[in-house]
Nanobody, 127 residues
Framework: QVQLVESGGGLVQAGGSLSVSCAAS????????MGWFRQAPGKDREFVAG????????GVADSVKGRFTISRDNANNTVYLQMNSLKPEDTAVYYC????????????????????WGQGTQVTVSS
């Protein structure tokens, strides 16, 4: 089992940048594919970005392609989401998620793919 704690959210102006982090507990972080999701008020939780166990394979949603980058540091049990050129529509609570997998290349993109979730961190982009 893994526990996830997000940090780094906040308020930023449109066009700005922000990085959020997710620290995972346990000694088997590299056994998990990791992902970021977000949920805006009144909307469903949606996939933002995912990364494979090794960090070599990544996927991002079309809505953030070219602006957001996911990365991970297995030595420090942390996954990151770098967000650039932020827009007001990026405003949401951002959640970190983990899925235990044997595949080194697997990138999980569906909500139901993930078994473990953090509590979320608020990102607000002002216009």
């Amino acid at each position: 089992q893994v526990q996830l704690v997000e940090s780094g959210g906040g308020l930023v102006q449109a066009g700005g940048s922000l990085s959020v982090s997710c620290a995972a507990s346990g000694r088997t972080f590299s056994s998990y594919a990791m992902g970021w999701f977000r949920q805006a008020p009144g909307k469903d939780r949606e996939f933002v970005a995912g990364v494979s166990r090794s960090g070599r394979y990544r996927g991002v949603a079309d809505s953030v392609k070219g602006r957001f980058t996911i990365s991970r540091d297995n030595a420090n049990n942390t996954v990151y989401l770098q967000m650039n050129s932020l827009k007001p529509e990026d405003t949401a609570v951002y959640y970190c998620a983990a899925r235990n997998t044997v595949s080194m290349a697997y990138v999980a993109t569906a909500l139901n793919d993930y078994a473990y979730w953090g509590q979320g961190t608020q990102v607000t982009v002002s216009s």
